[in-house]
């Protein structure tokens, strides 16, 4: 007699679904986790979140491990049983909450209704012989082709890799590879105005969060423990969901009191958010090519409770003679530095495709150039650490429009940003601790026949906050939070 199907046994179905049509269709993996995630109960998100994107995130180890326990090749195995079987030795390998033996009996039930009796036995003897050697330790790469060899065992594609160790060397490389392979921390931006994160942090620990400040952003707060989408402070709007790093790469330079700044690939918001919650005084105008995104934007600003300016417009072609201080461009790009948060990209992600975006994004700085005012900025801001989608993008751009030139960061940032300037104009930080990679650009444009005055760091202040600080001095050690006339 079989045992009746337990919530978390629903689960591993959803999460096998969401892997199976994620890699099928190379759409984003949100399109489908959430759509498992709003029939699941609230106690059962948080493994179904876990097994999902575990799964995409080591599925290449995970295929060179099924492999091995099946004494075939991957893609000769069924397809129906694929995801499952991911899954199944995801949670074997790295996994202990759930006993191997209901994952086993799940998998093989599992297994039984995709295909066949068959397909069944053939599940139950893969990872019986899995659940008996429960670590990758026990599932060594034997691959002589040290590049394939650091692929596999860090479960990204050989195409990466190999442009990554010719760029950064092996040691870096490596470290980059693991990086990706920790789980996203959560994120909120708080906005100087409402207190900032201080006072946000307060009324978050009230609620039984807790919280360390970030390292990046003098508004960022990381979240250790707790859902902060259950507290008042979301419902009244007092804080953004938002990576610390995409938080960084909005201030790359500081903005100036009263700067009207136009964001023009502003979906979902966060660009032009942290703007005004470091300097409430800005004058943002929000712009998107895809109506379905500027809902998202809208959706955002109402719970935010703030009033920005939201247009419809492909930048592309200027919907505008209006100049600005400071045009924001997110370009568009492969997202090779957000592969915590997203594993799938690395699996689609090709030279081809490389080329492309980076085709697409010098149309669009084109496109937005006019749009700056003489001695204004043009920030061209990528989630990409790829040469061809940043470096070699705004030489062309540059090549063809002599009135813009790259605006030296030296002396514009303060601590601790000013550590990743890694060129003139340019600042990148790769994917580490809690947060993602990002690069960026910032050019000026020069009146004719003047010359550019560049912006300088004058003054700071320390934000610290004593309940904070008290709460992660690991995370305070040897960290000084000076930034230029930024208040909590």
């Given at each position: 007699?079989?045992?009746?199907?337990?919530?978390?046994?629903?689960?591993?179905?959803?999460?096998?679904?969401?892997?199976?049509?994620?890699?099928?269709?190379?759409?984003?993996?949100?399109?489908?986790?959430?759509?498992?995630?709003?029939?699941?109960?609230?106690?059962?998100?948080?493994?179904?979140?876990?097994?999902?994107?575990?799964?995409?995130?080591?599925?290449?180890?995970?295929?060179?491990?099924?492999?091995?326990?099946?004494?075939?090749?991957?893609?000769?195995?069924?397809?129906?049983?694929?995801?499952?079987?991911?899954?199944?030795?995801?949670?074997?390998?790295?996994?202990?909450?759930?006993?191997?033996?209901?994952?086993?009996?799940?998998?093989?039930?599992?297994?039984?209704?995709?295909?066949?009796?068959?397909?069944?036995?053939?599940?139950?003897?893969?990872?019986?012989?899995?659940?008996?050697?429960?670590?990758?330790?026990?599932?060594?790469?034997?691959?002589?082709?040290?590049?394939?060899?650091?692929?596999?065992?860090?479960?990204?594609?050989?195409?990466?890799?190999?442009?990554?160790?010719?760029?950064?060397?092996?040691e870096k490389t490596s470290q980059l590879l693991e990086a990706n392979n920790r789980p996203k921390s959560l994120q909120l931006l708080a906005f100087r105005d409402?207190?900032?994160?201080?006072?946000?942090?307060?009324?978050?620990?009230?609620?039984?969060?807790?919280?360390?400040?970030?390292?990046?952003?003098?508004?960022?707060?990381?979240?250790?423990?707790?859902?902060?989408?259950?507290?008042?402070?979301?419902?009244?709007?007092?804080?953004?969901?938002?990576?610390?790093?995409?938080?960084?790469?909005?201030?790359?330079?500081?903005?100036?009191?009263?700067?009207?700044?136009?964001?023009?690939?502003?979906?979902?918001?966060?660009?032009?958010?942290?703007?005004?919650?470091?300097?409430?005084?800005?004058?943002?105008?929000?712009?998107?090519?895809?109506?379905?995104?500027?809902?998202?934007?809208?959706?955002?600003?109402?719970?935010?409770?703030?009033?920005?300016?939201?247009?419809?417009?492909?930048?592309?072609?200027?919907?505008?003679?209006?100049?600005?201080?400071?045009?924001?461009?997110?370009?568009?790009?492969?997202?090779?530095?957000?592969?915590?948060?997203?594993?799938?990209?690395?699996?689609?992600i090709s030279e081809s495709e490389i080329g492309r975006l980076s085709r697409q994004s010098l149309r669009l700085l084109e496109g937005m150039a006019p749009l700056?005012?003489?001695?204004?900025?043009?920030?061209?801001?990528?989630?990409?650490?790829?040469?061809?989608?940043?470096?070699?993008?705004?030489?062309?751009?540059?090549?063809?429009?002599?009135?813009?030139?790259?605006?030296?960061?030296?002396?514009?940032?303060?601590?601790?940003?000013?550590?990743?300037?890694?060129?003139?104009?340019?600042?990148?930080?790769?994917?580490?601790?809690?947060?993602?990679?990002?690069?960026?650009?910032?050019?000026?444009?020069?009146?004719?026949?003047?010359?550019?005055?560049?912006?300088?760091?004058?003054?700071?202040?320390?934000?610290?906050?004593?309940?904070?600080?008290?709460?992660?001095?690991?995370?305070?050690?040897?960290?000084?939070?000076?930034?230029?006339?930024?208040?909590?």
């Amino acid at each position: 007699m079989s045992q009746p199907r337990t919530a978390a046994d629903n689960v591993r179905v959803a999460a096998a679904w969401v892997v199976e049509r994620t890699l099928a269709t190379m759409a984003p993996s949100s399109v489908f986790l959430d759509s498992a995630l709003s029939r699941c109960d609230e106690r059962d998100r948080r493994l179904l979140r876990e097994l999902a994107l575990g799964t995409l995130r080591w599925c290449r180890r995970l295929d060179h491990v099924v492999s091995l326990a099946s004494n075939r090749k991957f893609d000769a195995i069924e397809a129906p049983l694929r995801a499952p079987l991911r899954v199944a030795a995801y949670q074997l390998l790295f996994m202990d909450r759930v006993p191997a033996h209901a994952v086993l009996n799940e998998g093989v039930e599992h297994a039984r209704r995709l295909t066949h009796r068959g397909g069944a036995s053939f599940t139950n003897a893969v990872l019986r012989r899995i659940a008996r050697s429960p670590t990758l330790a026990d599932w060594p790469v034997d691959v002589a082709d040290a590049c394939q060899h650091l692929a596999i065992e860090k479960s990204h594609p050989d195409f990466l890799v190999g442009r990554w160790i010719e760029r950064l060397g092996a040691e870096k490389t490596s470290q980059l590879l693991e990086a990706n392979n920790r789980p996203k921390s959560l994120q909120l931006l708080a906005f100087r105005d409402l207190g900032g994160r201080e006072i946000l942090a307060e009324s978050l620990i009230d609620e039984g969060l807790e919280l360390e400040p970030s390292a990046l952003s003098p508004m960022g707060l990381t979240v250790r423990s707790g859902n902060p989408l259950h507290t008042q402070a979301f419902r009244l709007g007092r804080f953004y969901i938002q990576d610390e790093a995409s938080q960084a790469a909005a201030l790359i330079p500081p903005p100036q009191p009263g700067e009207r700044i136009f964001d023009a690939a502003a979906a979902p918001g966060g660009k032009g958010f942290t703007l005004i919650a470091i300097e409430p005084t800005v004058h943002v105008t929000m712009a998107d090519v895809s109506p379905a995104r500027l809902l998202t934007v809208r959706s955002n600003l109402e719970r935010l409770r703030r009033q920005l300016p939201v247009i419809a417009a492909d930048a592309g072609a200027p919907p505008t003679t209006r100049r600005y201080d400071r045009v924001i461009l997110d370009l568009p790009c492969t997202g090779t530095g957000t592969l915590r948060k997203s594993p799938e990209l690395k699996w689609r992600i090709s030279e081809s495709e490389i080329g492309r975006l980076s085709r697409q994004s010098l149309r669009l700085l084109e496109g937005m150039a006019p749009l700056v005012a003489p001695d204004g900025l043009l920030i061209a801001i990528t989630c990409s650490l790829e040469p061809e989608e940043n470096e070699r993008v705004i030489e062309q751009f540059l090549a063809q429009h002599a009135e813009f030139s790259l605006l030296p960061l030296d002396g514009v940032l303060d601590y601790p940003l000013e550590q990743w300037i890694v060129g003139n104009g340019c600042w990148r930080v790769f994917p580490a601790g809690d947060h993602d990679g990002f690069t960026v650009h910032t050019l000026i444009r020069s009146r004719r026949g003047t010359q550019v005055t560049v912006p300088q760091v004058t003054g700071s202040r320390r934000l610290d906050s004593p309940r904070i600080s008290t709460l992660s001095a690991a995370s305070l050690k040897g960290l000084d939070l000076a930034w230029t006339g930024f208040s909590c």
